[in-house]
């Protein structure tokens, strides 16, 4: 139960005792609350029928999962978190740009999964208490929940492991009884509250809700899987295993909550709120699991989160300890959580932000894996450290720490896929050419990987000449000690 000393330094492989099934328990118990469960509420509220729901949210989650997941492999060999890593393509300053992305992505998260679990709790205790749904009650809830969270994120990935391994129990069976609880009212009759497609027609809706509800789930790992595998040592557990331990974790761990919520979605029929609806519509039997999911689920899936931006955090400042960087970013999630709450329509809300971090994260993703292509899953680990220790050179340093071709192409495909998104208050110039359909994401990563394969073709071209001259000269010089 010590608190964990170690930021984004590389982990030494005593320490790296996880292993594959640890991979598993941490993206299933993690994701099991109401912060990723609310996501199947998406679709939904964009007027998707039932089977339209479930088949955007799966194909969107089986796509998102065939990209993300590979990323586990770069911390599998390089023991240290994923933006450091990116320093291999990025410069070892030049990897900040995965720690910025890193660190909102987990702050939007965090924010909401402590804001749509606050207000679940408070509907709960209005009801079994008459405890009023008042801004004070609301802002002691999310205190409450915020602070826990920090507790979890400051002690570290071994009790976050713990807790995630409890909660992969607790929290299945409580969806399972809450599937019980909500099975009777359940319906696939259209909700019309929902007031039709919110983008006028069929697929282009449903293409919205396969990226904002489906897709958006793996993509927020793409910074985050590299926390958990730093800490599996590639010398006992093979790069298949650990894929293939990241594959089931993610698809099982976030599939689970999202069809959960998509069934109680239309059980609760909850077309324009969702926690109001869910706790209005439950048994009152059901209220106090209805509780527990909601505090304990979302203090697992949060304190990953924050204990995520605390590495990212650290990352950035590297004179900042990782504890200190924490309890910095818990701060601002816990403001960002008000603000959520008392100035933000919830669907404008997670839509908006799903979708621009989308754009933005995908391009960084991809590079990140052509680099982890190219080098075959072989780091200087040493070097990847030089930013952290606040020096200078090594094989990474590029020019001045950057690698001015990665980012550019990084902020090349930001820019299109920015320019293609298609949200609730803007709508990007692109999307006449892609017949309103939001492709953000899909255009994002290939002009980022398109535009890093072309800057970068020289590169690779120019090393692989020296190494076949120095195979040339070795086996010139074998040959002219055997004469």
């Excluded at 609760?268 to 009152?284: M, W």
């Amino acid at each position: 139960m010590a608190i964990e000393q170690r930021g984004v330094d590389t982990i030494p492989d005593e320490e790296r005792t996880s292993g594959p099934r640890d991979i598993v328990s941490i993206l299933l118990g993690s994701n099991l609350c109401l912060g990723v469960i609310v996501f199947g509420w998406l679709p939904v509220s964009f007027g998707l029928g039932w089977w339209a729901s479930v088949t955007s949210v799966i194909a969107g989650t089986l796509l998102g999962t065939a990209l993300t997941a590979p990323l586990a492999l770069v911390s599998l060999r390089t023991g240290t978190n994923l933006s450091t890593s990116s320093g291999a393509q990025f410069g070892v300053r030049g990897r900040l740009v995965g720690s910025v992305v890193g660190l909102l992505l987990s702050l939007g998260y965090t924010a909401l999964t402590v804001w749509i679990g606050g207000d679940a709790m408070t509907g709960v205790l209005h009801r079994l208490f008459g405890v009023p749904e008042s801004g004070l009650t609301y802002g002691i809830v999310y205190a409450l929940l915020a602070a826990a969270t920090v507790i979890g994120a400051v002690y570290g990935y071994r009790v976050l492991l713990r807790l995630s391994r409890v909660l992969a129990v607790g929290m299945t069976a409580l969806l399972a009884l809450g599937v019980a609880a909500y099975a009777p009212h359940f319906t696939t009759a259209p909700l019309p509250d929902a007031g039709g497609y919110l983008l006028g027609s069929f697929w282009p809706t449903w293409l919205l809700s396969l990226v904002a509800a489906g897709l958006s789930g793996p993509i927020a790992f793409i910074t985050l899987l590299g926390d958990y595998t730093r800490y599996v040592s590639p010398a006992r557990h093979s790069q298949r295993s650990v894929l293939r331990a990241t594959w089931l974790g993610l698809i099982v761990g976030l599939l689970t909550p999202q069809l959960f919520g998509t069934f109680t979605a239309y059980a609760a029929r909850a077309a324009l709120d969702y926690a109001g609806s869910l706790v209005s519509a439950s048994p009152t039997w059901y209220l106090i699991p209805l509780l527990l999911a909601a505090s304990a689920g979302s203090v697992g899936n949060a304190g990953l989160m924050l204990y995520s931006m605390g590495l990212d955090l650290d990352a950035i400042l590297p004179r900042a300890s990782r504890t200190a960087a924490t309890y910095t970013v818990a701060g601002v999630a816990t403001v960002c959580v008000f603000v959520g709450h008392f100035a933000w329509a919830a669907q404008d809300a997670m839509t908006s932000f799903v979708l621009l971090l989308t754009a933005i994260g995908t391009p960084w993703a991809v590079i990140t894996l052509i680099g982890f292509v190219r080098c075959r899953g072989v780091y200087d680990a040493d070097a990847l450290q030089v930013f952290n220790r606040r020096s200078r050179g090594g094989v990474y340093w590029y020019r001045n720490g950057w690698n001015p071709r990665a980012a550019a192409s990084w902020a090349l495909g930001a820019f299109v896929g920015l320019l293609a998104v298609s949200l609730p208050s803007y709508e990007g110039p692109l999307l006449s050419l892609t017949g309103g359909v939001d492709c953000s994401f899909l255009l994002s990563g290939l002009v980022g990987g398109a535009a890093y394969l072309a800057l970068t073709a020289r590169e690779v071209r120019s090393v692989r000449v020296r190494a076949a001259a120095d195979k040339k000269s070795e086996a010139a010089l074998v040959t002219s000690g055997e004469g």
